[in-house]
């Protein structure tokens, strides 16, 4: 069974850093869309970031743009979000998703496989 795990949260002060790690498992996301998505306490899950099957396109929600980013190792199936800056309106859990899709993509719907997500909190 297909299965996407993120590890790497934790508790980090302002403006410090932290890169979280999707790793896939039962199959192969070679091919797919990878993106990180998060949700914060009383809010809706918002994107944060997608990055194209060869790693050639990216795409950024403009509040991170500059401060994070995303990269993938599709020999090892993973995904990264390299996190730096950070600031307390950071705080969720992150999520990591796959969608079968040639470009990339930012809407939630087209996502088909989730991660159960990674606690992220920015003290100030």
């Known amino acids: 069974q297909a299965q996407l795990v993120e590890s790497g949260g934790g508790l980090v002060q302002a403006g410090g850093s932290l890169r979280l790690s999707c790793a896939a498992s039962?199959?192969?996301?070679?091919?797919?869309?990878m993106g990180w998505f998060r949700q914060a306490p009383g809010k809706e899950r918002e994107f944060v970031a997608a990055?194209?099957?060869?790693?050639?396109?990216?795409y950024y929600a403009d509040s991170v743009k500059g401060r994070f980013t995303i990269f993938r190792d599709n020999a090892k199936n993973t995904v990264y979000l390299q996190m730096n800056s950070l600031k307390p309106e950071d705080t969720a859990v992150y999520y990591c998703?796959?969608?079968?899709?040639?470009?990339?993509?930012?809407?939630?719907?087209?996502?088909?496989?989730w991660g159960l997500g990674t606690l992220v909190t920015v003290s100030s």
């Open positions: 998703a796959a969608a079968q899709s040639d470009i990339v993509v930012v809407i939630t719907t087209f996502y088909d496989f």
């Open positions: 990055i194209s099957w060869s790693g050639g396109s990216t």
């Open positions: 039962g199959r192969t996301f070679s091919r797919h869309c």
